[in-house]
């Protein structure tokens, strides 16, 4: 049992999942220890898994019955809410806002990934495979850079390595991994944005940055794009987004596939003059390359300024970002410096919303983590 202080337990009576180490006032727990949390009172508030990391506990289940019922109760719950999307990727499992906090289900038709913030929630490997039955289940990790120690690799927990799976989206095929866990190749969180910018791409030279497998390349292409420059450091990435270019009969010779940084790459079209109608930027949350590292959080400036020094007059910025961290206001405000660093101004066009498998609970601050912004640049 563990005690938490007035403060964590009004947030977990309003359905907040998380305790921090700073509020746990009594009792000790070990990583991956189920455990049940109870306020100053004695009142039991749920029951969790602990971790030693940036978060002491991850609230799985209500106070009442036992735990493996209350976490099969919440995956079970989170699968009712979903309804059909045009996609045969999907999420099942949203995290937080499913109730379940650190855990991701998702889709790929009929093969599943199950990604974990956290080692220390391995035991409820078995009790959502059971409640997901997918043809094959994959276990990935996404750890927050805030918690200390190596990521363990993706492993089978279920059924065989289904190698390459295709899966559709709005009408576009995609070749997806299962295997690779979160880097099976479609974030399915951007399919909204994708079908909100399909009757514009027509006739635009397009520019995709931190392309990953080219969903957005793809979808510009597949709508009439007149050219699409793809750019990741990545070169398997760039080999998967060829085989899409493939899977929707793309011609690949028609446009570029740049393997070299972000960063550089705008710096040198800047210097060659070149410029384009839209310019779409999906950067992760953290990366690392030869060339530096990058930061969402202090380094949206620098890339948007960069970006703008190639979009045309009136060309349009896609600009995205999924850290939870990040506020609208704070994501604006990089922008905008951006903006000024470049000479330019930016008017907000179309904010995305994430789509109906990718729920947010209102009880948890964080569940609008994703910025997905289309700007036309003065």
Known sequence: MLTVNAYSAAWLRRGFAWVYPAEVTGGRAQRGERVRVQAEDGTVLGQGIADDGWIAVRVLADAEGGFEAGVARRVQ???SRRVA?????RRLVNAENDDLPGIRVDDYAG???LSLDSPSLDAVVPIVARAVDARSLVVAYRRDPRDAGPTPAARIAGGADPGEVEVTELGLRFAVRPALGKDAGLFTDMRELRRWLAPWWTGRRVLNLFAHTGAFSVAAVAHGAARVDSVDLSAPHLSRA?????????????HGFWGEDCFKALDRLRRTGQAYDVVVVD?????????GGWQGEKDWPRLAAACLRVLSAGGWLVACSN???QSPRQFAGALSQGAERAGRRLRVLHEACPPADHPAALHFPEA??????VMVGD
């Not at 085989?243 to 028609?254: A, I, Q, S, V, Y």
């Open 368 to 373: 609008h983590y994703l910025k997905a912004w």
């Open 85 to 89: 999307v045009d996609a045969t990727a």
């Open 242 to 254: 060829r085989r899409n270019f493939d899977l929707n009969g793309l011609k690949t010779e028609d």
């Open 111 to 113: 093969h599943a990934v």
């Open 77 to 79: 719950a989170a699968l």
């Open 283 to 291: 950067p992760p949350g953290y990366a690392r390359s030869d060339a």
């Open 323 to 325: 850290l939870g961290t």
